[in-house]
């Protein structure tokens, strides 16, 4: 039994090595399903009592399932991923760095981040580094600097001049309002989804955002609506019954409740989409200060005047 065992554990350390470039983007969604798989089971089992209710029978294996193995597997994923996540920030601090002595002081650390985290973030790094004249470490010599194109990167590196990771964001010092928020939130390409996923190009499109936002903020707004105020009728009343997802999903003969009425499957749904709501946000950008970067330059030209 020990053979096999070592032979399957080697086969997946050589496979987890191989692919090194991605680890941050497989601990992410092997996170995210085990936990839904987690909150599932304990939903079913326990909240919803899908073990006394015979018509549900079938979904009872599958949820004790989804609970134990799910479990397991984010008791060892969760705090992985709180690693990365820890170094992602850390990364994304620097990178809206203006001040080359800090970039500097910082650089191992941006470094062994942007080296865990894999190439879209290694791309980024190398891309302030040659906006603020800084020599590429040899380890990332071979990484293309993050927006130059196969074409357009001939002309940009005899220019010596890298856009930052944050110029796909169209903002300037005037940016200090909720309307002009709302209008780079609509045209942003660097949106804080692209930059958990660095490897989806499509994400880093203006139309692409908006597709999601729209989507996102359309499920949200109907889940919650339906939830409060109730979007079905009966009787040919009035729109004050709320469609319970959950009973639905379990083939239940009444599926309307008076609202308002909350369900697990609802409020799950409606969580999820406010997050990927708020993952279409532009990165780096406040409505106090349009962006870390335009602030500390305000900063910095302040005390110039003083």
């Known amino acids: 039994m020990a053979g096999p065992l070592k032979r399957l554990n080697s086969a997946l350390g050589r496979w987890w090595a191989g692919h090194k470039d991605n680890h941050f983007r497989i601990v992410s969604w092997v996170t995210i399903l085990s936990m839904a798989a987690t909150i599932w089971g304990i939903l079913f089992l326990f909240i919803l009592d899908g073990t006394t209710d015979p018509t549900k029978a079938e979904w009872v294996p599958w949820s004790w399932a989804g609970l134990i193995f799910g479990g397991l597997i984010a008791f060892w994923m969760v705090p992985e991923f709180f690693v990365y996540m820890g170094q992602k920030a850390t990364l994304d ?60 990167g001939q002309s ?102 008076a609202a308002p009425h909350f369900d697990g499957v609802g409020i799950l749904l409606a969580t999820t989409s406010l997050i990927l709501l708020y993952l279409t946000t532009p990165a780096g950008v406040s409505i106090s200060s349009g962006s870390r970067r335009s602030k500390s330059a305000n900063d910095s030209s302040g005390s110039e005047e003083e």
């Open 93 to 152: 601090e620097i990178l809206l760095m203006d001040n080359r002595p800090e970039i500097l002081r910082r650089r191992k650390e941006a470094e062994n981040a942007a080296d865990m985290l894999g190439p879209g973030y290694q791309a980024q790094l190398v891309r302030l580094y040659n906006e603020m004249g800084i020599k590429v470490s040899a380890r990332f010599r071979h990484i293309r600097p993050a927006g130059a194109s196969a074409e357009a």
């Open 156 to 257: 940009e590196a005899s220019d010596g001049d890298f856009a930052e990771p944050w110029d796909g964001i169209n903002v300037d010092s005037d940016v200090n309002g909720v309307q002009s928020y709302l209008s780079v939130w609509w045209n942003t390409g660097d949106s804080r989804l692209s930059r958990q996923l660095p490897g989806a190009k499509l994400l880093r499109q203006a139309e692409t955002n908006r597709a999601v936002l729209g989507i996102s903020g359309f499920s949200a707004a109907m889940l919650l609506y339906n939830m409060v105020s109730g979007l079905a009728t009966q009787g040919g009343g009035a729109r004050e019954y709320t469609v319970d997802l959950t009973l639905m999903l379990a083939r239940d003969d009444s599926v309307y409740a």
